[in-house]
């Protein structure tokens, strides 16, 4: 019988084998017993999916669900954490105990699996910048393996685990390291101009809620508007092309890297051509930010799939800037 995929865009797409399991054992027993029928994906709470068809193959889901103290001492604390387990319930775990590292990363989508493979960030912090070790099942031999942070080979929204040689391995586990220190990372300029407005202490807590605030007046929830957060990465271009597209483009804005290149907003490109508000069908763009497709009630994953291709097309025809998405498409 076929199975639903959950997935944040509130498509009604199945796939031919739905496999959950709840531990690394439960996983490889059913890989030496034959149950995974090729070709798999293994999903989180599939926030970053967008599905213009149904699976034909298996769809696995980690159900591994813990948060386990590995190692501590008086400046920072080690946690072992199941691939299953929600982001943002380790975010709010971790800021109600006072450990600083994750709370701008309040309230994104997904599970702490996902959010690996990902490299999620947002208002100046990355998963990557706590991230300690990896660690997964191979699918095709049952065999555990473990990556450090470094072998992860995290970059911006990418790391190893999203090369196509990599999509055999299921990750089962996410070993953090925290600080104690408490001191908020305020290196985003908005996130600190809205606690600056408050009269609250500046705390681990506020900074959450700041984030939450931020991200809930820019970001429609997926259980009233389908929706996978940013659709598309900000792109990073050489700086002699972000200078001249400056001089043509005042307003543009740019963000010098380290490396030499220049990275750009998608958002304010994509509101530039025109699209904020925009839909075609049930397909839109959200309103209050240009970098969310948006499902308002009876669009296919084709048709969003369709309208991306159209700003792609529009971007890189004004600006000769050529869009990623973000979302992975199936």
């Avoid at 972000?242 to 001089?247: F, W, Y």
């Avoid at 209050?288 to 948006?294: E, G, N, S, T």
């Amino acid at each position: 019988m076929k199975h639903q995929i959950p997935n944040t865009f509130g498509i009604q797409v199945y796939a031919n084998q739905w496999l959950s399991y709840h531990s690394v054992e439960e996983l490889q027993l059913f890989i030496s017993e034959g149950q995974l029928k090729a070709p798999w994906l293994h999903i989180g709470a599939g926030s970053n999916l967008l599905f213009t068809k149904d699976y034909e193959g298996t769809v696995l889901h980690s159900e591994i669900r813990y948060i386990h103290r590995k190692e501590e001492d008086d400046r920072q604390v080690m946690l072992a954490v199941g691939a299953g387990v929600c982001w943002d319930e380790l975010v709010e775990y971790a800021v109600n105990h006072g450990w600083q590292g994750i709370e701008n990363l309040s309230l994104i989508p997904g599970e702490v699996g996902s959010a690996a493979v990902q490299n999620i960030g947002a208002y100046g912090a990355e998963v990557a910048d706590v991230i300690y070790s990896v660690h997964g099942v191979d699918l095709y031999t049952g065999q555990v393996q473990s990556w450090s942070r470094e072998e992860c080979n995290y970059s911006y929204r990418h790391s190893l685990f999203k090369q196509p040689g990599m999509k055999h391995f299921a990750l089962t586990e996410v070993v953090i390291r925290l600080s104690k220190s408490g001191i908020p990372n305020l290196s985003y300029r908005g996130l600190a101009e809205q606690l600056a407005r408050s009269s609250s202490p500046c705390t681990l807590l506020t900074v959450r809620q700041a984030v939450i605030d931020l991200r809930r007046s820019k970001l429609p929830d997926p259980a009233e508007l389908g929706n996978a957060g940013s659709f598309f990465t900000n792109p990073f271009v050489p700086s002699a092309q972000a200078e001249a597209l400056k001089l043509r483009y005042p307003l543009l804005p740019v963000y010098p890297t380290a490396d030499g290149r220049v990275k750009l907003s998608a958002g304010w490109l994509i509101e530039q051509c025109g699209w904020k508000e925009r839909s075609m069908g049930d397909a839109a763009v959200y309103e209050k930010q240009a970098l969310v497709l948006i499902n308002r009630g009876h669009a296919t994953g084709a048709d969003i799939y369709h309208l991306s291709e159209e700003i792609i097309r529009s971007v890189e025809e004004r600006y000769g800037v050529h869009l990623v998405r973000e979302v992975n498409v199936f």
